[in-house]
């Protein structure tokens, strides 16, 4: 089935002329049609745009070879992407009512290269309102389901973006990472998903949440995959102030890279009360494997791992209330009528955002107010940098570090609707690399009782995603955990 393929083998393929784009596509079509009733992974498909942009593909690669000119490295691949980044021609609604009638008329940065670079978007992807969520239940369009089990939620709030690529819909997807929510979904889904260093990849066209922690990421079926999609989206750009000063730099994944004397830390603090056994087991032996592979496994410390949930929902609501104050009705999206300008405000956002979003954006704005910001937005800084401090030490004495993406594996749909720090302290393991901007790779490392996907994430300092892309190349290449699929009966029901 064409749909199996990685990014890796179509390009090889169809350089052969053993496939077309045209076929691809069509595969994939099919696929969607046959599966997107049950998993509800897309909010906008373009599936007869994809078509005929195939087509043109096809076209474009025989004038390209036959005069002998290079071929754009996704030429004809299709793509997805999440719906909290602009694409021109497609609605943008970041799973909110609010701009359910809004389409943008440019490209997300990230989009505009991939396009560059050939590769064909398929549709948006299902996401928690303004992506504020772990679970994808929060969408105002409705819940996505985890193909490996329809009962289980994909993760959030890149969910939609993980079931496309975990169900074959997709071979590759755009996620973003504000507090987890490429790794948490990756690891949920048992796709291959990558957070990168704050400020590596341009944030223009993304819908802010949290300014200051939002990452663009993307999630494939395995590293090698994934590494070459990222190598397109990142880099320098002016157009995003908080665009890093690094130079683009190509990750080269390399099939006989040593783990040799890599020094991987093991923290303490990702491995207590609460997390389920199989999950530690998995974990645990995926480490193990590292240092059968030579690499040396060494405790750390990073102690204010503990305050991370109540530093990140502080700090992220309050960078929400700010960026949500401009959906007010007038600028974006439907509108609630009333008789004064006051009253249209408070008409509108009352009725078209979702109870996560107004939860969070009343934290936010409460932790702002006057009297209230030095005690808690401005506490939650000050211990924000102690979290960034317990990184910088611990990348003194190691490499990377291994831990469990989340607690649990996929829980079911609801199980948390009615206690939101329930469903918080599923990102307990993900928020302290955002609150640190370092960056995180995740990927499966095994499947629990219930065939549900284990993921790990590797940590690394600062733009060393090479490091650790390689990394976890090496372990894909002695292990079959992100070649497991859902069965199609658990797809199918």
């Given at each position: 089935?064409?749909?199996?393929?990685?990014?890796?083998?179509?390009?090889?393929?169809?350089?052969?002329?053993?496939?077309?784009?045209?076929?691809?596509?069509?595969?994939?079509?099919?696929?969607?049609?046959?599966?997107?009733?049950?998993?509800?992974?897309?909010?906008?498909?373009?599936?007869?745009?994809?078509?005929?942009?195939?087509?043109?593909?096809?076209?474009?690669?025989?004038?390209?070879?036959?005069?002998?000119?290079?071929?754009?490295?996704?030429?004809?691949?299709?793509?997805?992407?999440?719906?909290?980044?602009?694409?021109?021609?497609?609605?943008?609604?970041?799973?909110?009512?609010?701009?359910?009638?809004?389409?943008?008329?440019?490209?997300?940065?990230?989009?505009?290269?991939?396009?560059?670079?050939?590769?064909?978007?398929?549709?948006?992807?299902?996401?928690?309102?303004?992506?504020?969520?772990s679970s994808t239940e929060n969408s105002a369009y409705g819940v996505t389901h985890n193909p490996w089990n329809l009962e289980r939620v994909p993760g959030g709030s890149s969910g939609g973006s993980a079931a496309a690529v975990a169900a074959r819909m997709a071979p590759a997807a755009l996620g973003t990472d504000t507090g987890g929510s490429v790794r948490q979904p990756a690891s949920f889904c048992g796709v291959t998903g990558i957070k990168p260093t704050y400020g590596r990849v341009s944030r223009y066209g993304l819908f802010a949440y949290g300014s200051s922690l939002d990452s663009v990421g993307a999630l494939a079926r395995d590293v090698a995959d994934l590494t070459l999609v990222f190598n397109i989206m990142?880099?320098?750009?002016?157009?995003?102030?908080?665009?890093?000063?690094?130079?683009?730099?190509?990750?080269?994944?390399?099939?006989?890279?040593?783990?040799?004397?890599?020094?991987?830390?093991?923290?303490?603090?990702?491995?207590?009360?609460?997390?389920?056994?199989?999950?530690?087991?998995?974990?645990?032996?995926?480490?193990?494997?590292?240092?059968?592979?030579?690499?040396?496994?060494?405790?750390?410390?990073?102690?204010?791992?503990?305050?991370?949930?109540?530093?990140?929902?502080?700090?992220?609501?309050?960078?929400?209330?700010?960026?949500?104050?401009?959906?007010?009705?007038?600028?974006?999206?439907?509108?609630?009528?009333?008789?004064?300008?006051?009253?249209?405000?408070?008409?509108?956002?009352?009725?078209?955002?979702?109870?996560?979003?107004?939860?969070?954006?009343?934290?936010?704005?409460?932790?702002?107010?006057?009297?209230?910001?030095?005690?808690?937005?401005?506490?939650?800084?000050?211990?924000?940098?102690?979290?960034?401090?317990?990184?910088?030490?611990?990348?003194?004495?190691?490499?990377?570090?291994?831990?469990?993406?989340?607690?649990?594996?996929?829980?079911?749909?609801?199980?948390?609707?009615?206690?939101?720090?329930?469903?918080?302290?599923?990102?307990?393991?993900?928020?302290?690399?955002?609150?640190?901007?370092?960056?995180?790779?995740?990927?499966?490392?095994?499947?629990?009782?219930?065939?549900?996907?284990?993921?790990?994430?590797?940590?690394?300092?600062?733009?060393?995603?090479?490091?650790?892309?390689?990394?976890?190349?090496?372990?894909?290449?002695?292990?079959?955990?992100?070649?497991?699929?859902?069965?199609?009966?658990?797809?199918?029901?």
């Open positions: 089935m064409l749909t199996n393929l990685t990014i890796f083998e179509i390009i090889t393929l169809l350089g052969r002329g053993e496939i077309s784009s045209g076929e691809l596509m069509q595969a994939y079509v099919e696929r969607i049609q046959q599966l997107e009733p049950r998993l509800h992974a897309f909010l906008t498909l373009r599936l007869e745009d994809a078509l005929n942009q195939a087509d043109v593909a096809d076209q474009q690669r025989a004038e390209l070879s036959r005069r002998g000119d290079a071929i754009p490295p996704l030429l004809g691949v299709p793509l997805a992407v999440k719906d909290v980044l602009a694409v021109a021609g497609m609605p943008c609604t970041a799973g909110s009512k609010i701009l359910e009638t809004f389409q943008p008329p440019y490209d997300a940065t990230v989009v505009a290269r991939l396009r560059a670079a050939g590769a064909i978007i398929l549709g948006k992807t299902n996401t928690d309102e303004f992506a504020m969520g990142q880099g320098c750009d002016p157009r995003d102030a908080t665009s890093g000063n690094a130079p683009q730099e190509q990750m080269n994944i390399e099939d006989n890279w040593s783990s040799r004397g890599l020094r991987v830390g093991v923290p303490d603090e990702y491995f207590g009360g609460g997390i389920q056994p199989e999950v530690e087991s998995a974990v645990r032996a995926a480490i193990q494997t590292y240092q059968s592979m030579g690499a040396e496994i060494i405790p750390v410390k990073l102690p204010h791992t503990q305050y991370a949930v109540p530093v990140y929902y502080l700090i992220a609501p309050a960078e929400a209330s700010a960026n949500l104050a401009r959906y007010d009705g007038l600028r974006y999206g439907p509108r609630v009528d009333a008789d004064d300008l006051h009253h249209i405000y408070t008409a509108t956002r009352g009725a078209l955002f979702g109870r996560e979003t107004k939860r969070r954006i009343m934290l936010g704005t409460y932790a702002l107010s006057a009297g209230y910001q030095d005690a808690y937005y401005g506490k939650a800084q000050k211990v924000r940098a102690l979290i960034r401090q317990d990184f910088e030490r611990a990348f003194k004495q190691v490499d990377m570090i291994a831990a469990p993406v989340a607690p649990t594996t996929a829980f079911k749909i609801g199980a948390h609707s009615g206690d939101p720090l329930a469903m918080y302290l599923e990102d307990i393991f993900t928020l302290p690399a955002n609150l640190a901007g370092v960056p995180g790779v995740a990927f499966p490392v095994g499947l629990d009782h219930e065939n549900l996907p284990i993921g790990m994430q590797l940590l690394g300092p600062h733009f060393q995603e090479q490091r650790l892309l390689n990394a976890a190349h090496r372990y894909q290449l002695v292990s079959d955990w992100h070649k497991a699929r859902p069965a199609e009966a658990s797809i199918l029901g």
